[in-house]
């Protein structure tokens, strides 16, 4: 989708590195989300944001912390990568209307 | 039990062929939300919905918050229509809260 982009698309780490993934939005959203998707299991809230300055806990919060300095950037960090974070990342955004937009999705994996 | 039910988990058809993916909630909503994903690929918003129906070229999509689902039909389905469809519901109360369908993968076979 243009107008989300997420950076990197893919990145190996191995366990304990650290790393930041961008999300990058031009349409001017409040709402940002950082989800998880593994395979099997439906996309799942990690944090999530309502504004410039503010982010809150989604459902799978552990492990990530996040920061939304600007309005069109999202950022989501691990501080100490593990196994358990492999997985596909999706950023999202909303427009008033409630409509979502998607980015492309970064794929981590964690030896 | 999972708040969003998708079914079927995975559906092949042939080219041309009718589909429909179904979607069933447990929870009050505000909307739901129709989604594509394609293989390795980003995840596109179809519809979003909070009564009747809607339409977009070959998909239509329907939901009948009595009964609490919602399907999606595909009208001479084709080969790059294979993907996997994603239901997702926002819950009343609290716009954050989305609540995600684990896909129903769909194969259209030429």
């Known amino acids: 989708n243009a107008g989300v982009t997420q950076t990197p698309k893919f990145r190996v780490l191995k366990t304990g590195q650290s790393m930041t993934l961008l999300c990058a939005q031009d349409m001017n959203h409040e709402y940002m989300y950082w989800y998880r998707q593994d395979p099997g299991m439906g996309l799942r809230l990690i944090h999530y944001?309502?504004?410039?300055?503010?982010?809150a806990k989604g459902e799978v919060p552990d492990g990530y912390n996040v920061s939304r300095l600007k309005k069109q950037n999202f950022l989501l960090g691990l501080e100490s990568a593990a196994p358990s974070q492999t997985s596909v990342y999706f950023c999202?955004?909303?427009?008033?209307?409630?409509?979502?937009?998607f980015g492309e999705g970064s794929r981590l994996t964690v030896l | 039990k999972n708040e969003v039910e998708q079914s079927p988990q995975n559906l092949t058809a042939q080219e041309g062929e009718f589909i429909t993916i179904n979607c069933s909630y447990s929870v009050g909503i505000s909307a739901l939300h129709w989604l594509q994903q394609h293989p390795g690929g980003g995840i596109v918003s179809l519809f979003m919905?909070?009564?009747g129906k809607k339409k977009h070229g070959r998909l239509i999509a329907t939901i009948n918050i009595q009964e609490k689902h919602s399907s999606l039909h595909i009208t001479a389905s084709h080969p790059r229509d294979s993907a996997v469809y994603i239901c997702a519901v926002r819950l009343r109360g609290g716009s954050e809260k989305l609540v995600f369908g684990k896909g129903t993968k769909l194969t259209v076979n030429p």
């Open positions: 999202a955004t909303d427009k008033n209307t409630g409509e979502l937009f």
């Open positions: 944001s309502v504004g410039e300055g503010t982010t």
């Open positions: 919905l909070s009564s």
